[in-house]
């Protein structure tokens, strides 16, 4: 079984930062990419940032609102993802999803993968 495990939300001002990090576990024979999503009460669930594990330079992509605050990096070797998160607001407070495609040695193919989210809040 694959189990995605995100760490590092909290509490934090407006301006300061965070570290996300999540762990992908289990029988994974490749992965394809891995990505951050987040979720605000209220509103759809929407991608913040991916990058990828196929492409030696990752291919890191942002959403328009975190392009310049936020930075997702990747340690293949771990199966981990990071969003490094700079400046943040009270508009970035959300549940942050981590998510992943990837193989294992059983499904043969690519398959789709969620965390269980980690909740960020920025106070004003």
């Known amino acids: 079984q694959v189990q995605l495990v995100e760490s590092g939300g909290g509490l934090v001002q407006a301006g300061g930062s965070l570290r996300l990090s999540c762990a992908a576990s289990g029988s994974i024979a490749d992965i394809y990419n891995m990505a951050w999503y987040r979720q605000a009460p209220g509103k759809q669930r929407d991608v913040v940032a991916s990058?990828?594990?196929?492409?030696?330079?990752?291919?890191?992509v942002y959403a328009d609102s975190v392009k310049g605050r936020f930075a997702i990096s990747r340690d293949s070797a771990k199966n981990t993802v990071f969003l490094q998160m700079d400046s943040l607001q009270p508009e970035d407070t959300a549940v942050y999803y981590c998510?992943?495609?990837?193989?294992?040695?059983?499904?043969?193919?690519?398959?789709?993968?969620w965390g269980r989210g980690t909740q960020v809040t920025v106070s004003s």
């Open positions: 998510n992943a495609n990837l193989m294992t040695s059983t499904s043969m193919n690519y398959d789709t993968y």
């Open positions: 990058i990828s594990w196929h492409i030696s330079s990752g291919q890191p």
